[in-house]
């Protein structure tokens, strides 16, 4: 089987690695950060991601995978170099270049003859003629092949993806690195590298779009008296519309909507497009953002001393711990600002303290320690287990009982049997 490096082993690099090792390709990682390859020689899997660690643990035990700090020796032997490196919100919007052209110049004396240059991470729509020339080299391929791999579920999407993409201008190159995935049963898109970069922001930003109707939609639900959860039911059958990305929530975040979305803007922008339609998409999340913050306040009993709402949920999705553009934290901050104390419950959260955020939330270790003496408790991750809290029991600990369920996860009629005013988004 063939060698393989991969440059990188943050999310994206980690998950590659492993999946393709698991796929049977020896695999070599290498990552600036000592403390991490040290960990993950160890078997410890530094990210939270479903089945990875144990994944990585067998790839480990049988010898297809090793964790190094050294990007040239990575490369000297390798096949396949996958540039899985960080490329960060520019100042601009668009992703940021800058770690993969430095990488690219340590090691592109030492790549071997013959072996491709690929980018996994998202690199913005026409990179790769720089990356190309910046390789400088006759003798060594470039293909672009970008990730669709969501957070939580990342294993299952690199091995069972609904489509592989690979961009090239060389047949042969492409071919190859087709070949590396030869026993996942996908479809593979062959294509130019141009139209490859643009098929990962495309989907990402088609996905928001669809994400910010449903909210907007959820809205209309809420003052014509419709119910969001048989509207989009009704909706979904239709498979032109299909059911998934269909669900209203506290508005969409990650590392990866807000930040594709803004450089598909910010690209068509420069090369003289105003997809008006797009900033219409960023702008409506936002501002469903601050309409639900404000709901939230709104059921405060403005007569009383009432002043303290609990959060079940701050991560931007359920089977993750990442805060990063979480609509949820956005939330808690509006509130704050709204002189509101907020305590929260994430059960997969225990610090705040790295996200800066320790001021403004007080983290808890439960649902019960969360609802505390505050008056209204808002779901606004969709974590399963909170499906199995007994309201009863979380009232008995409350000012007062009203729920707000930002993510349609709860059983309305048990929540008022318990004696809660219910209101959801996309419900009255
Ligand atoms: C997203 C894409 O789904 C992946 O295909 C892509 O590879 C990845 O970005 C990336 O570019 O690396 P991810 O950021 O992990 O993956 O998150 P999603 O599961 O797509 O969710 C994004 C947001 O939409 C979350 O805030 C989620 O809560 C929200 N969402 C999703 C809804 O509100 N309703 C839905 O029905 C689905």
């Known amino acids: 089987m063939s060698e393989i490096a991969v440059l990188g082993a943050g999310y994206v690099g980690l998950t590659t690695a492993v999946c393709l090792s698991s796929l049977g390709h020896s695999v070599v990682v290498s990552d600036v950060n000592h403390g991490k390859i040290a960990s993950l020689n160890d078997g410890k899997c530094p990210i939270f991601e479903e089945s990875l660690e144990e994944l990585l643990q067998q790839c480990i035990e049988e010898s297809r995978i090793r964790f190094i700090s050294n990007n040239c020796d990575a490369v000297k032997d390798s096949d396949y170099v996958f540039l899985c490196l960080p490329t960060p919100e520019g100042e601009l919007g668009e992703a940021d270049m800058q770690f993969v052209l430095s990488v690219i110049d340590e090691v592109r004396t030492h790549l071997r003859s013959g072996a491709i240059v690929i980018t996994k991470s998202t690199v913005p729509i026409g990179a790769s003629a720089d990356v190309f020339k910046r390789i400088g080299r006759d003798d060594v391929s470039y293909v672009s092949n970008p990730e669709f791999l969501r957070e939580g579920t990342a294993v299952q999407d690199f091995l069972d993806p609904d489509r592989i993409v690979i961009g090239s201008t060389s047949d042969k190159a492409a071919s190859r690195v087709g070949m590396l995935y030869s026993r996942i049963s996908a479809p593979i898109v062959y294509t130019d590298p141009i139209s490859a970069e643009t098929i990962k922001y495309a989907s990402n930003s088609f996905l928001a779009t669809k994400l910010s109707f449903i909210n907007g939609l959820a809205s209309v639900c809420e003052v014509v008296g419709a119910d969001a959860d048989e509207v989009l039911r009704g909706m979904g059958m239709d498979t032109r519309i299909g059911e998934s990305y269909l669900r209203p929530g506290p508005g969409w975040g990650g590392s990866c909507f807000p930040k594709d979305t803004k450089a598909l803007l910010m690209t068509s922008d420069a090369r003289g497009f105003d997809f008006g339609l797009l900033r219409s998409v960023i702008d409506a999340n936002s501002r469903h953002i601050d309409r639900i913050s404000q709901r939230l306040n709104s059921m405060l009993d403005k007569e ?20 990063r553009d979480s609509p949820a934290v956005e939330i808690a901050r509006r509130l704050h600002r709204f002189g509101i104390s907020v305590r929260a419950f ?42 199995q809290i007994d309201p009863s029991s979380l009232g008995q600990l409350m000012k007062r009982r009203v729920v707000f369920d930002g993510r349609l996860l709860l059983a309305r009629r048990d929540w008022e049997s318990a004696g809660f005013t219910y209101v959801g988004v996309g419900r009255q």
């Open 304 to 323: 009383s001393d009432d002043r303290c709402i609990a959060l079940l949920g701050l991560a931007f999705k359920a089977g993750t711990d990442d805060l």
């Open 346 to 387: 994430d059960p997969a959260i225990s610090d705040l303290s790295r996200w800066g955020l320790a001021e403004e939330i007080r983290v808890c270790g439960s649902a019960s320690e969360a609802v505390q003496g505050a008056s209204v408790v808002a779901v606004l991750t969709e974590w399963p287990e909170f499906q």
